[in-house]
C-alpha cells in the first residue's frame, strides 16, 4: 500500500485490541475481541490492530479469528523484529483479505542501552532483516520505531530510511511514554521529512501516548505536519495513562473540517456511542462521566444560563450535535408481548446478525428481562446481546443461585456453577453481606481462593426497572482480571460478572504457567 490517492484523508488505525487491551486488569476473551473487531469495521475504521500473535496461543487465535471473520478494515498483528515474531503476525494475519504486518524496534539510546542492550548498528541490522522478511510474507507492512521522540532524530530517520527502502509501506513515530508536547512533535516530524523525502511517497503515521494529557493534541500536531494515519484506542484505553482517544480525534476532525482545508477521516461517526459502550462494558474500564465525546455529560448542560442559552438555540452552547455522535434519545424498541421476529429485526438493525441456537438464548433471555422491564430499549437490547454473546467455551457459567438475606442473620447463598469441562459443582457460604455471600460460594464451587478488589455496579438505563451492569475485578494467583454481567436482579448480575473475572483469571494463570514452563519470554506480556 503506498500513499492513499486523497491526499485529505486522514486513516483511522485503531489499537484498541491491542494497546489498549494491555491496559492493567484487561483481560478480553477471542469472543469478546471478536466482537469488538465488528464493532470497529461497522465503525468503519481503516485499519485493526488486533492483537500481538506471538504473545501467546490466546492473542494469536483472536488475531485470526478477527482476520478471517471481520470484513473491511485491514487487519494487522504487531511482531517484534526476530523472524518466530514476524511469521506468528504473519500466520495471524495471511486469511484477512487485508493482512498488515506491524514490526517495531526502539530507536532511543535509553531503549538501545538499557532494555534491548545492543547497538545502534545492530537495530538498524534488525529493522532491515524485520522489514524484509515483513515483505516477502505481505504487501502491506508498517515499521515502528519506538521511543522515536527521545531518540536521535537523525539515527531514527536512518532507520526508517532502511525501512522504506526495504519495502515499508506506513512509517509510524511512536510518542512512546507520552513525552513530546505538540509544537516539539511538529518541529519533529518536519525534521524527519526534511531527513528523509520519500516519507513522502508513503504513509506517515503518529501512535501518541497519554501521559502528560497530551496525546490527542500531539496526534492533531502530527496530523498538521503531515501524518495522514492517526493509531488511537476507543475511550483513549492503553498502556499507562492510554492512548490517543479515537472518537475525539475523529470528532476534531469532523467538527473543524471547514478549518481544516479538507483533513478528514471515514469513520461512521454514529457509530461512536456504542462503541465505547461495548469497549466499556468488555473491558470493565469505566468512561468518565465528563469524558469528551462519550461521556455521560458531554452534551448535558447543568447551568441555568446554558439550559436556557440552548432551548432556544442549540449552537449556543453546543459545538456538536449529540446524535452525530450516536448519543440519540434512547428509543424504545420492543415491548413484553413481542415475538422472536421482532427480537431479531431489532437485534439486525443494531448490526447483530443472530439465528438459530443464540437467537433463541436470546429470545428467552429478552423474554425474561421484558417481563419485569415492560419497555425494552435500544440500549438495553444492546447490553443484552452482549451479555448473551460473550460466554464461550471454556468459561465458568454461573446456573443457578440462592440467597437468604435477612437484617438479623448474615446471610447465605447457595450456587451452582458450570464447569469448564461441562460439570456442575455446588458451593455455600455465610457472608457478610449478600453478594460477598455469593462470591464466596463461587469461590467454594469452584475450589479457588479469587480476592475481589473492586465491585461497581451501573444501570444501563435510567428507571426503577433499570437493567443492572455490574463489573468486578478480582485477583487469583496474583493476576488481575475482570468481568461484567448484566440482569434485572442486582445479585445475579454480580454472580455472571464474578464468574467471568474467573473463567478470565484462570485463563491467564494457565497461559502464564504454560509460558514459565517453555521459558516463555517476559517481554511478550506487553508493548508499549
Ligand atoms: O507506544 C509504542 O511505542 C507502541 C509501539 C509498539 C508502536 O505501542
Ligand atoms: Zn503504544
Not at 511538529?186 to 497519554?210: K, N, R
Not at 421476529?341 to 438493525?349: F, G, I, N, S, V
Not at 514452563?517 to 506487553?526: F, H, K, M, R
Amino acid at each position: 500500500m503506498s500513499r492513499p490517492k486523497d491526499p485529505t484523508k486522514v486513516l483511522i488505525f485503531d489499537t484498541t485490541l491491542r494497546d489498549g487491551e494491555q491496559s492493567p486488569g484487561i483481560s478480553l476473551n477471542a469472543s469478546e475481541k471478536l466482537e469488538i473487531a465488528q464493532q470497529l469495521a461497522r465503525l468503519g475504521v481503516d485499519v485493526i490492530e488486533a492483537g500481538f500473535p506471538i504473545a501467546s496461543p490466546g492473542d494469536f487465535e483472536a488475531v485470526q479469528t478477527i482476520a478471517r471473520e471481520v470484513d473491511g478494515p485491514i487487519i494487522t498483528g504487531l511482531s517484534r523484529t526476530q523472524t518466530a515474531d514476524i511469521d506468528a503476525a504473519y500466520e495471524a494475519v495471511k486469511d484477512s483479505a487485508r493482512p498488515r504486518i506491524h514490526t517495531f524496534i526502539s530507536t532511543s539510546d535509553i531503549h538501545i542501552e538499557h532494555q534491548l542492550k545492543t547497538t545502534r548498528e545492530d537495530v538498524k541490522g534488525q529493522a532491515r532483516a524485520a522489514v524484509a522478511h515483513a515483505r516477502s510474507l505481505v504487501e502491506d507492512v508498517e515499521f515502528s520505531p519506538m521511543d522515536a521522540t527521545r531518540a536521535d532524530i537523525e539515527f531514527t530517520a536512518e532507520v526508517c530510511q532502511i525501512a522504506i527502502d526495504e519495502g515499508a509501506t506506513t512509517i509510524n513515530i511512536p510518542d512512546t511514554v507520552g513525552y513530546t508536547m505538540p509544537h516539539e512533535f511538529t518541529a519533529y516530524l518536519g525534521q524527519l521529512l526534511a531527513f528523509v523525502p520519500d516519507l513522502a511517497e508513503i504513509v506517515l503515521s503518529v501512535h501518541c501516548h497519554d501521559d502528560l494529557g497530551l496525546a490527542v493534541a500531539n496526534s492533531f500536531a502530527g496530523v498538521l505536519a503531515g501524518a495522514r494515519q492517526v493509531e488511537c484506542a476507543i475511550n483513549g484505553i492503553g498502556e499507562r495513562a492510554g492512548n490517543a482517544s479515537l472518537e475525539e480525534i475523529v470528532m476534531l476532525l469532523h467538527t473543524r473540517s471547514d478549518d481544516l482545508n479538507g483533513l478528514h477521516c471515514d469513520v461512521v461517526t454514529t457509530e461512536l456511542a456504542r462503541s465505547s459502550r461495548l469497549v466499556s462494558r468488555l473491558t470493565g474500564y469505566v468512561v468518565q462521566p465528563n469524558k469528551a465525546i462519550v461521556g455521560r455529560n458531554a452534551f448535558a448542560h447543568e447551568s441555568g444560563i446554558h439550559q436556557d442559552g440552548v432551548l432556544k438555540e442549540r449552537t449556543t452552547y453546543e459545538i456538536m450535535d449529540a446524535t452525530t455522535v450516536g448519543l440519540e434519545a434512547n428509543s424504545i424498541v420492543l415491548g413484553k408481548h413481542s415475538g422472536r421476529h421482532a427480537l431479531q429485526k431489532a437485534l439486525e438493525d443494531l448490526g447483530f446478525q443472530v439465528s438459530g441456537q443464540v437467537l433463541n438464548q436470546a429470545f428467552k433471555r429478552f423474554k425474561q428481562v421484558a417481563d419485569k422491564k415492560k419497555q425494552v430499549t435500544a440500549m438495553d437490547l444492546e447490553a443484552l446481546v452482549t451479555d448473551e454473546l460473550r460466554d464461550e467455551m471454556g468459561a465458568y457459567t454461573l446456573e443457578w443461585f440462592d440467597v437468604e438475606a435477612s437484617s438479623r442473620r448474615p446471610p447465605h447463598a447457595k450456587v451452582g456453577v458450570r464447569t469448564p469441562d461441562g460439570q456442575e459443582v455446588e458451593g455455600s457460604f455465610v457472608g457478610d453481606g449478600p453478594i460477598d455471600a455469593v462470591f464466596q460460594a463461587i469461590n467454594a464451587a469452584t475450589q479457588t481462593d479469587a480476592k475481589l478488589r473492586e465491585f461497581r455496579v451501573e444501570a444501563v438505563t435510567g428507571g426503577q426497572d433499570a437493567l443492572g451492569e455490574v463489573s468486578v475485578v478480582l485477583e487469583l494467583g496474583g493476576i488481575s482480571a475482570s468481568g461484567q454481567g448484566m440482569s434485572t436482579d442486582i445479585i445475579e448480575a454480580a454472580g455472571r460478572a464474578y464468574v467471568r473475572a474467573l473463567s478470565n483469571a484462570q485463563r491467564r494463570v494457565l497461559s502464564d504457567e504454560g509460558d514459565r514452563q517453555d521459558g516463555g519470554d517476559p517481554l511478550l506480556s506487553g508493548t508499549p
